[in-house]
Each structure stands twice: as C-alpha cells, then as structure tokens.
C-alpha cells in the first residue's frame, strides 16, 4: 500500500508560478509510475504529468508542455518518494485541484493519463491562480 500527500497549493496571480509536491510513503517500491492530475469542478479530471520512479520516461500533457516540469527523487533512509511538479507562466484556467496518484506498472505514453491505472490518490491540493 502506497500513501501519497500533496502539498503545494495555493493562491498565485496570473504569470506566477508554484511548486507542487506529493509524497509517497509506504510501500514506494510498487510504485512505477507516479502522476499529476488535476480536477476542475464540473469537468473530466486531466493528466498533468508523469514520471516512472526508475529514472526512465516522464510525459506531459499537450497543452501544458513547456509550462510544467515534473522532477522525482527517492529517499530510501525515509522510505520517501517525492514527485516535484513546477507550473509556471500561471493563467486562470490552471485553477484546479492538483492530485497525484500511483501505479504499480510503468505506464507507457498512450496511456499515462488514463485514470484507470491508479489504484492509490491523494486527497489533493488546491491551485488558484487569479487574473
């Protein structure tokens, strides 16, 4: 069983930027894949970004590629995962709920962003950005 928390979020004006973070504790090494969604009320919740905890292959959503950077790293003294996502140049339509969630399989780039892979979320951060 992996636990993921997110931390991060917040209020920014457009054009700002916020580092979000998602720790993952527990069982980390059933961990794969490790992603970014986020959630606006209403709407289908998206794919953000994703990374494999093996240093390999990380993806980005179309229209957020360039703006977003996904970083991971391991703790293995803390049994620790913590998977980075860097927003910048903000706009008010990156308002959302930002949540990350875990896969025990390595999700390749068609398929990534299918929610249907997690089996473990975190409860979310809150992101406003304000124009």
């Known amino acids: 069983q992996v636990q993921l928390v997110e931390s991060g979020g917040g209020s920014v004006q457009a054009g700002g930027s916020l580092t979000l973070s998602c720790k993952a504790t527990?069982?980390?090494?059933?961990?794969?894949?490790i992603t970014w969604f986020r959630q606006v009320p209403g709407k289908e919740r998206e794919g953000v970004a994703a990374t494999h905890t093996n240093g390999g292959f990380q993806y980005y959503a179309d229209s957020l590629e360039g703006r977003v950077t996904i970083s991971f790293s391991r703790d293995t003294v803390k049994t620790q995962d913590t998977v980075n996502l860097q927003m910048n140049n903000l706009s008010p339509e990156d308002t959302a709920m930002y949540s990350c969630?875990?896969?025990?399989?390595?999700?390749?780039?068609?398929?990534?962003?299918?929610?249907?892979?997690?089996?473990?979320w975190g409860q979310g951060t809150e992101v406003t950005v304000s124009s």
């Open positions: 527990g069982n980390i090494y059933d961990s794969k894949t």
């Open positions: 969630a875990a896969t025990s399989v390595f999700v390749g780039g068609g398929n990534w962003f299918r929610q249907s892979h997690y089996a473990h």
